[in-house]
C-alpha cells in the first residue's frame, strides 16, 4: 500500500478517488459519474416521472452476470419505512438519469404501477427466466435489454 503524502493530504483539488474512498458520483466534475457508478450508490436514489412525482425509490441494482449488463432497477412503491411496499423489477433501459437533480426518471404515470407485474420482498420472481423478463419489458415499453 502507498502511503500518501503529507502535500497530497492536504490538496483539496477535485480528482478521481482510488478505491474505498468517497467522492460525490453525481458531481460530472470529479470521479466516474455519471458514466461510471458503483451500484451501492444507486440505491435509495428516487426515481421520478417527468412531472418531477416520486414513484418510488431504487432497492436494488440486477445484473445479468453472464453478459455483464444492467438488466433492472428493483423500485420500491408505496409503504412507509420498507413496510407494505410493493417490489417491481424496472427494465434498465426505462430509467433515464437526471444528474442535475439528482435521481432517476421515467416516463410513467403513477397510475402504472397499479396493474404492474410486482412482487413481495419475499417472493421474487426467477427474474432469468425469459418469458417473465420479455413481459416486463413488453409492460414498460422497454427494449429486452439481450436484444
Not at 60 to 65: F, K, N, Q, S, T
Request: aromatic share 10%; charged share 25%.
Amino acid at each position: 500500500m502507498v502511503t500518501p503524502t503529507r502535500d497530497a493530504l492536504l490538496d483539496t483539488s477535485p480528482k478521481v478517488a482510488p478505491s474505498g474512498m468517497d467522492f460525490d458520483y453525481w458531481d460530472t466534475r470529479q470521479g466516474p459519474g455519471p458514466r461510471l457508478m458503483g451500484a451501492s450508490t444507486l440505491t435509495g436514489e428516487d426515481v421520478r416521472n417527468f412531472k418531477d412525482e416520486k414513484l418510488g425509490d431504487i432497492k436494488e441494482i440486477m445484473i445479468d452476470v453472464p453478459t455483464g449488463r444492467v438488466a433492472y432497477a428493483v423500485l420500491s412503491v408505496g409503504g412507509v419505512l420498507g413496510l407494505g411496499d410493493k417490489l417491481f423489477a424496472i427494465p434498465w433501459g426505462a430509467l433515464e438519469l437526471d444528474t442535475e437533480n439528482k435521481c432517476f426518471r421515467m416516463e410513467a404515470e403513477k397510475a402504472l404501477f397499479t396493474n404492474a407485474p410486482g412482487f413481495d420482498k419475499d417472493a421474487w420472481p426467477t427474474m432469468a427466466d425469459e418469458s417473465w423478463a420479455r413481459d416486463v419489458h413488453v409492460y414498460y415499453g422497454a427494449v429486452p435489454y439481450w436484444e
